[in-house]
């Protein structure tokens, strides 16, 4: 037994030492990125994010509308039911008089049915309803018949707004993700800026008028908020939310995102070439918009990790816009 010891013992030594430099091997064989492989990582990540952001947006602004639907149709079911109460009420009267002046076998029966038919077939007796009391049962017949039509709206309302919910988490799930490591790039590459929930931003001095002076005036006030996926300000904003609260300024309700905005925009169209300040533009794919300011030069809110900001549309920005609005 001691001579098998003594043999396994290097033997397990030996293996341990190979494991360990396997594993160094290993962890040599996959070397830290360099700076420029962070550099385009983070692009690419940026324009996966511009992507991912609208269409967050997007299913986000229909579960909104969705939500506002049901509630709408949930609200009009319970006046709808508290009218049922009401005439519910009346019938019982009616049944009761009926049944008193002979005619009815039960009025408790009757009225105790859940299925509202049943009991307008049980009172509607001919020579039994007076012109009254037939009114009366005629509006509860109507009230039931839309209490039931409502009831089914807002459950089909409900269905979608759940529906929708569900889409919005997983969504979420993913831009968390995405942007999760948009910071650490920016972070290791220190580029990353929090920006100032309370900035002043800066003066518009350029060649706006009108509403579109308007617009520009309070863009450049946001200069140095942060970026947030999502966010429609006061203290944060996104590029299409962004823009959304920079016209609602001059009394124009954009829709929230970029390709709701493009689609909205289909007959105010310009050409690149004839930008004027105020002017909405796109970037190809409608993952990004910015506003822009005249004098070759675009405001906007850019991607995570940066702040509403100022650029000149040079050749790089050019090359990535699509089209142009006019709201």
Known sequence: ????????????????????????????????????????????????????????????????????KYDRLDREYGRERSTVDGLREDVVSTASAMYQYGGLMSVSGLIAQDDPAATLSGLAVADQVSAGQARTLSAFDRATRGLAIRRGKAKAAFDDAAKLFTEVRKERKRVERLVGEQERLLRRLDQFNPGNPNSRGITYDGPASGSARTVLQFAYAQVGKPYRYGATGPNAFDCSGFAQAAWSKAGIKLPRTTYQQWAWGSARRVSLNALEPGDLVFSNGLGHMGIYAGDNKMVHAPHTGDVVKVVTLDSYWRSRLVGAVRP
């Open 1 to 68: 037994m001691r001579d098998v010891r003594r043999k396994l013992v290097p033997a397990v030594a030996g293996l341990v030492a190979a494991l360990v430099v396997t594993t160094q091997a290993s962890a040599v064989a996959e070397p830290r990125p360099t700076v420029a492989q962070a550099r385009a990582r983070l692009a690419k990540l940026q324009d996966q994010a511009d992507a991912m952001v609208e269409r967050f947006n997007t299913v986000s602004e229909r579960y909104t509308s969705a939500r506002k």
